[in-house]
């Protein structure tokens, strides 16, 4: 498992407007694309530098691939990073002030602590 990878996907997803929508159009797609194109590029350094290791592992791809918020959370992804992700994907969905934060707490209200370590 590589909790840095799952966050490297967020954090990159998060800072550009056409990947969000990509990937709440087309998440399996999208993490399909990100994962051959953008996983093993080395951020802040010139396109050409890339590793060639890194990759998702089942689970992981699933979990991004379905928008399983909660499952990433169980993997050890940073939840501030998929909280400011998925509000921007789906906080247009609800009519209420705070409607899509509320929904997340309510599908994490199982995870009792110690939570899953989040360090990368």
């Given amino acids: 498992m590589s909790r840095y990878l799952l966050n490297k996907f967020l954090f990159t997803v998060d800072r550009d407007p056409e990947l969000v929508e990509r990937y709440r159009d087309d998440p399996q797609g999208t993490v399909a694309w990100w994962e051959s194109v ?6 802040a350094c010139h396109l050409g530098e890339r590793s060639t290791w890194l990759e998702f592992e089942d689970d992981e791809r699933t979990a991004l691939s379905t928008h399983d918020y909660p499952k990433l959370f169980e993997l050890g992804a940073h939840p501030f990073l998929t909280l400011t992700l998925f509000i921007a994907m789906f906080e247009r ?6 409607g899509f934060q509320l929904e997340y707490a309510r599908r994490l209200a199982h995870m009792s ?4 370590d989040i360090a990368t």
């Fill in 93 to 98: 969905d609800h009519t209420e002030p705070l």
């Fill in 113 to 116: 602590l110690p939570y899953p």
């Fill in 38 to 43: 953008e996983a093993n590029r080395i951020l």
